[in-house]
């Protein structure tokens, strides 16, 4: 998947697949995602999926809203914080990798 945002090109096929974000809802429910964080060669982050009508994906035509897929650019503390809710081991070594910690 391809997107242009302000000059600045997104692609999945070429940019750092960092890790999925959780879908809270059943795949048969209207809030199911399937969401993905990747992080472009000039660290840049974005977020990547689709869904049904009532998730970040959703399209709207007119008054009806129905199921999309796009891609998404975020800024680096909304990609951290993506990261830091996963709760996986992938995100924590993503975590480790791209972003200053400090130790508790």
Avoid at 51 to 66: E, I, K, L, Q
Wanted: one cysteine or more; charged letters at 30%; aromatic letters at 10%.
């Amino acid at each position: 998947m391809k997107k242009v945002f302000q000059g600045k090109r997104y692609d999945t096929d070429t940019a750092e697949f960092l890790t999925d974000l959780p879908s809270t809802a059943d795949r048969g429910d209207f809030a199911w995602h399937d969401t993905s964080v990747y992080r472009t060669k000039n660290a840049g982050y974005f977020l990547a999926g689709r869904g049904h009508a009532s998730s970040m994906w959703a399209t709207c035509d007119g008054n009806t809203r129905g199921s999309g897929e796009g891609i998404k650019p975020i800024a680096e503390g909304e990609a951290r914080k993506h990261l830091e809710q996963c709760d996986t081991d992938e995100a924590t070594q993503v975590l480790e990798k791209y972003f200053r910690l400090e130790d508790a």
